[in-house]
């Protein structure tokens, strides 16, 4: 593979911080460094990915009302939480209006706009 010199200046603490792993694990801080970039670029594209797809969603109609995200962030009991989830889903099953939802390639994954209650 072709490889790219890239220079960057870094903080002080932050280069100590690289020296100290590389000795620690008996590596070049180059390879400090790439394996460092290569994880954040990695997570970079998998945030951005998951961005579209979530837009995508929106644009689709394919969301949770705001108070249905409140009441499930309150339920304290996971039961509370997994009873939820199955009415919601047996509503996408089963109700007019989720005929979009359940066409979609992961539709017990997708969020209809309707309230759960």
């Not at 072709?2 to 801080?29: F, G, S």
């Not at 309150?74 to 997994?82: G, H, P, V």
């Not at 099953?93 to 969020?111: L, S």
């Amino acid at each position: 593979m072709e490889t790219k010199v890239l220079t960057a200046h870094m903080p002080l603490p932050l280069a100590k911080k690289i020296d100290d792993l590389a000795a620690r694990l008996d590596r070049p801080r180059a390879w400090i460094v790439k394996q460092a970039l290569a994880a954040w670029v990695g997570e970079e594209e998998e945030r951005h990915r998951l961005t579209m797809e979530g837009m995508a969603d929106v644009t689709a109609g394919r969301v949770v009302d705001q108070t249905d995200v409140e009441v499930y962030d309150s339920l304290a009991l996971e039961s509370e939480k997994d009873r939820l989830l199955e009415q919601w889903a047996h509503r996408v099953e089963t109700e007019p209006g989720f005929e979009d939802v359940r066409a979609a390639p992961d539709a017990a994954d997708v969020v209809a706009g309707e309230s759960l209650s």
